[in-house]
């Protein structure tokens, strides 16, 4: 089975960070997304990964070289005109079944049923309350897809794509996107969903399967509250908790790297802080901090900061790209 990883095609919505920071490699409770999601891949027969990159296309390939042991392919979507464009560009060298996946979220599923599925696809969906934000999924009562609606007003489903695919028909699926890429965009855009709906209007069958958790990383409050939620419920991926000296206060759950400089403050809880970073007089409570920073004299109750920013004097929330400095008054 061959794997596509579109990084490109789809709208960024984590616009501070992601300046100087692939979406995919922003550290949530101390792993890069990608990383998470890969984890799901473990047991499965993945002969080959092929990235569909787009911003900062170096790195993400840098990384992902590596860091995973499966024969890598990238491609660079120098267009980026959605979804539907980006898979469309792996499809000179898919020769089988594929899965999709978007890194934009971490999830908890048994991808396993890839092995033993019979049907054409299989489209991984999280019931939500708040259904109105996303692409939902109607099904029959067989659990098959019958629809996708994007951001419904009204209730007509509760389950929220959440950006995972298995497609076995793959040759229905580049019929589809053909179709897709003939018609007027959306905005600009494509959509790989439109595919889907149009195979399944001509007789294809995509089984709905339910994740059991699904983090989203796509805004700043919710790669918070996936760093928060990753921090409780995976205590065996944060590294061991460093020796502190006085003046200083740990409050768990938090993820702090080796190399980490402590000085009189009190971090946590949710606090996620990597390697060269030094906190002196402040405090630090639900936060996501980059490498080689310094905070003085702060009190950030949730914060997503890239790499060597300075803070100094600052009360409050704080969203910051990599080398920026703010100095409170």
Not at 30 to 39: L, Y
Not at 92 to 121: E, Q
Not at 168 to 183: K, P, S, T
Request: charge should be negative.
């Amino acid at each position: 089975m061959q794997v596509i990883i579109p990084l490109a095609g789809k709208g960024t919505r984590l616009r501070p960070h992601t300046h100087f920071v692939p979406k995919p490699l922003i550290k949530v409770a101390g792993r890069p997304v990608m990383d998470w999601v890969m984890d799901r891949l473990e047991g499965l027969d993945v002969e080959e990964l092929i990235f569909i990159t787009g911003h900062l296309k170096e790195q993400v390939e840098s990384y992902a070289r590596r860091r995973y042991p499966v024969a890598s392919r990238f491609i660079e979507q120098k267009v980026q005109d959605g979804t539907a464009g980006a898979i469309h560009l792996a499809r000179p060298h898919v020769h089988g079944p594929v899965m999709i996946i978007f890194v934009d979220t971490v999830f908890d599923a048994d991808l396993s049923v890839v092995t033993s599925s019979k049907d054409d696809g299989i489209i991984w969906a999280k019931e939500v309350e708040d259904y109105q934000r996303f692409g939902v999924v109607v099904t029959d009562a067989a659990g098959y897809m019958t629809r996708i609606v994007e951001k419904p007003r009204e209730p007509i489903s509760k389950l929220a794509n959440i950006g995972l695919y298995y497609v076995r028909a793959v040759d229905q699926l580049w019929q589809g996107i053909e179709h897709v890429l003939a018609q007027p965009h959306h905005k600009g855009e494509w959509y790989l969903t439109d595919a889907f709906q149009w195979m399944i209007e001509r007789g294809a069958r995509i089984k709905t399967a339910e994740v059991a958790g699904w983090y989203d990383c796509g805004t700043v409050a919710t790669t918070l509250e996936t760093n928060r939620l990753l921090l409780e419920l995976h205590p065996e991926k944060r590294p061991p908790a460093p020796t502190v000296g006085k003046g200083v206060t740990i409050i768990e759950p938090c993820c702090i790297e080796a190399g980490v400089i402590l000085e009189r403050s009190t971090v946590g809880p949710f606090a996620s802080i990597e390697a060269g970073t030094i906190v002196r007089d402040s405090v630090v409570t639900n936060a996501i901090v980059g490498r080689n920073c310094r905070l003085e004299r702060v009190r950030l109750d949730g914060a997503l900061l890239g790499d060597e920013v300075l803070l100094e004097g600052l009360t409050g929330s704080a969203s910051i790209g990599s080398h920026g400095e703010v100095r409170a008054r």
